[in-house]
């Protein structure tokens, strides 16, 4: 059914990889190199960047997420899967705080977020996508990469007055680095079009694009293959691999196995809320509750 | 007849300033606001209030805009965290309590008896000498020519965008009419106001330039805002808000940032609206204001202030016309005496009033059915999925 992670788990490169050496490295070159040279991958144990212990949250009756704990590493792709209904989306809203946990505790690059509101945690660099791309219609493609970038000078109403040159200046850079992600995405061309105008799959990228115009330190992507077409699928995949090969870090809901099996480093699975299993893709693909609460074997 | 067009250029500026601050929360950020009048009555009556007590007029202008703000403030915190249709009531709502209070605060806004004989700028100067007259001049001049030099590199950047390759037919250009008609009507308005001040200079007059100076500041650097980052974020609040936020927007204090500053304006609207009528009662800020100013936001295309500005002149326009109605119905009275009806009926002024509302419905539901997006909006916005 899959062909076996072929890249293995990847350890970040170097720490702090700007998006420029990011997106003007081929992946393919990169990937050869990586493959060459073997870098060194240091073994100590590191502080998960993102660790989740005993979320609870209840909607009236129902215990959508019932004491999950998750973990993320630092420089990993991990993997959440569950069936339908077992509590992913709400615990993705519940990690980047557009809900409040009823109990529990989000520790983001060892510190405690569950109480801050949701920009804020954007600022700390976890940046999440939603499960239906939501664009800025009536934006331009581009507009909806330069709202993303992050400490806009121009964003505060009386800079707009008293620092236009700062402002200026700041766009310009922004506006070099939205074109490399929409080159890298493949969007380049539509740079100028509205975001409304685009197909779904295209609406995907540009969610992961403008995630990535955050500089953040983790992407929550929710289903990014999702209503994609193959071909477009394994191109999300591969920019995904190069991403984090450049040390950007990934949790990724997903329900297509194949994508799951072939990034994820660590699986976590959810089934009605709460913890099932968790190990390596081979791992949950060998595990028998796993396979009877979502494959269905 | 120069007198009834200051009056007219009073009017339409007036509207178009209180409409800039509509089209602040609702064209650009999306809010839902049918109470846009409460601001203007707060920054009418702090502001005559203030200087009736001897506060000089542009300090009390200030903090009638200021106070107009607050308003904002209250109403923001109170109420952005519903959802937009919710917000719709509460404005509502809030703006016919605040022309309650003001109707019944008797010991501060005298109530129904109204507030008259505040001062108002540049109202002492009845016969400016020569000098000052040039420094008008001067000053409408380049009002004008500021908003020509806009037009032009509006028209100009239209050129840049990349065009279908299909050939165009030969036939008028409507951008090149546009641009055409609005010079004239530029012109016409700049020779109103140069004859105005050489030759006719009553107080309104003064006023007038005041008004057009404020609302080329507001515009200017509204514009400078709007296109900046800031307005970017408070483009995405309208769009979709989840997405500001989940991109480290704080989505609250944006919409309260537009909320207040569109209160702002629409104090300072307030002002001149109060110094225009030299007589203000509560009867002057019913809810009737506040879709004037939608009217006029809908009119020009939504988001955009120089639409706004347009459909302000317009609608100025439209009312001036329907104000001339009476004479216009003796004049055709006169010359086709078959016209069957009662005159003096047709022509009350209370019915007048009502067919005035009529007809600015049915023109706006002939707009929307023949151009949906308002004047300078933009079609392709339309047929945009979410």
Redesign the interface.
């Known amino acids: 059914m899959v062909d076996n992670a072929p890249n293995g788990p990847h350890q970040p490169t170097s720490g702090n990889d700007t998006l420029e050496s990011l997106v003007n490295v081929p992946s393919d070159l990169a990937a050869d190199l990586d493959d060459i040279e073997d870098l060194p991958r240091s073994p100590e144990m590191q502080l998960p960047l993102l660790a989740a212990s005993n979320l609870v949250k209840s909607f009236g009756g129902i215990q959508a997420v019932d004491r999950v704990s998750i973990e993320v590493a630092q420089g990993s792709i991990t993997g959440l899967v569950g069936p339908n209904g077992a509590g992913k989306t709400t615990l993705f809203n519940l990690l980047a705080n557009t809900l409040h946990p009823d109990q529990g505790r989000v520790l983001f690059d060892g510190e405690p977020i569950q109480n801050l509101p949701s920009h804020l945690i954007a600022r700390m660099g976890m940046v999440r996508t939603f499960q239906v791309a939501r664009v800025l219609s009536r934006l331009s493609v581009m507009d909806n990469l330069l709202l993303a970038a992050q400490k806009q000078t121009g964003e505060k109403f009386w800079n707009t007055w008293f620092r236009p040159r700062a402002i200026a200046r700041e766009e310009q850079q922004n506006r070099e680095q939205a074109m490399h992600i929409l080159d890298s995405i493949g969007l380049a061309h539509m740079a100028f079009e509205y975001a409304g105008a685009l197909s779904g799959g295209q609406r995907k990228l540009l969610e992961i694009g403008r995630a990535l115009m955050t500089n953040p330190k983790l992407i929550l992507l929710d289903e990014p293959a999702a209503g994609v077409n193959p071909t477009l699928i394994n191109q999300i995949c591969d920019r995904i691999q190069a991403w984090n090969r450049e040390g950007m870090t990934f949790l990724i809901i997903e329900h297509n196995m194949d994508v799951i099996m072939s990034l994820c480093d660590r699986v976590w699975v959810l089934a009605d809320g709460k913890n099932l299993a968790v190990g390596t893709p081979a791992e949950i693909q060998a595990n028998e509750e796993v396979l009877t609460a979502y494959l269905g074997q | 007849m120069l007198t009834y067009l200051v009056f007219f250029i009073i009017t339409a500026a007036t509207y178009a300033l209180f409409s800039l601050g509509l089209n602040l929360q609702w064209g650009v950020t999306g809010l839902l606001n049918f109470g846009h009048v409460a601001f203007m009555t707060v920054g009418a009556y702090t502001t005559v209030l203030l200087s009736l007590s001897g506060v000089p007029l542009i300090v009390a202008t200030v903090l009638g805009a200021i106070v107009a703000a607050l308003l904002g403030a209250i109403l923001g915190i109170s109420t952005l965290r519903l959802r937009e249709d919710y917000l719709a009531i509460v404005t509502i709502g809030a703006s016919e309590v605040v022309r309650l209070i003001a109707l019944n605060e008797e010991w501060l806004t005298k109530g129904p008896f109204g507030v008259a004989n505040y001062p108002f700028p540049l109202k002492n100067l009845t016969n400016p000498t020569m000098l000052s007259r040039f420094g008008f001049l001067l000053l409408w001049t380049a009002i004008f020519v500021g908003a020509g030099w806009q037009l032009w590199r509006w028209f100009r950047r239209q050129g840049d965008r990349p065009k279908p390759q299909a050939p165009q037919p030969p036939r008028a250009n409507p951008k090149l009419l546009g641009i055409g008609l609005s010079g004239l009507l530029g012109i016409g308005l700049w020779l109103v106001g140069v004859q105005a001040i050489l030759t006719a200079y009553y107080d309104k007059v003064g006023l007038m330039l005041v008004l057009v100076t404020v609302l080329a500041l507001v515009y200017w ?1 509204s514009q ?2 709007v296109n ?6 408070l ?2 609040l ?3 808000e ?10 609250f204090w944006y919409k309260l ?1 537009a909320l207040m ?1 569109g209160g702002a304006i629409a104090g300072i609207a307030g002002a001149f609206y109060a110094w225009n009528l030299s007589y203000i009662n509560p009867d002057n800020f019913k809810t009737d204001i506040t879709f004037y100013a939608w009217t006029v936001v809908v009119l020009g295309g939504a988001g955009s202030n120089a639409g706004t500005i347009l459909g302000a002149l317009i609608y100025g326009a439209f009312e001036s016309v329907m104000n001339f109605l009476p004479n216009i119905f003796q004049f055709l009275h006169s010359i086709i005496p078959a016209i069957p009806g009662d005159l003096n009926a047709i022509i009350d002024p209370g019915r007048l009033g009502a067919a005035q509302s009529m007809v600015v419905g049915l023109l706006l539901i002939v707009l929307m059915m023949a151009r949906p997006q308002g004047i300078l909006g933009k079609k ?2 339309l047929t ?3």
């Open positions: 650097r400078i805002s900046a980052p800031w307005g970017r974020v483009k995405a309208r769009e979709d989840a997405v500001a936020q989940a991109l480290g927007k704080n989505v940032q500053l392709e916005e945009l999925g979410r």
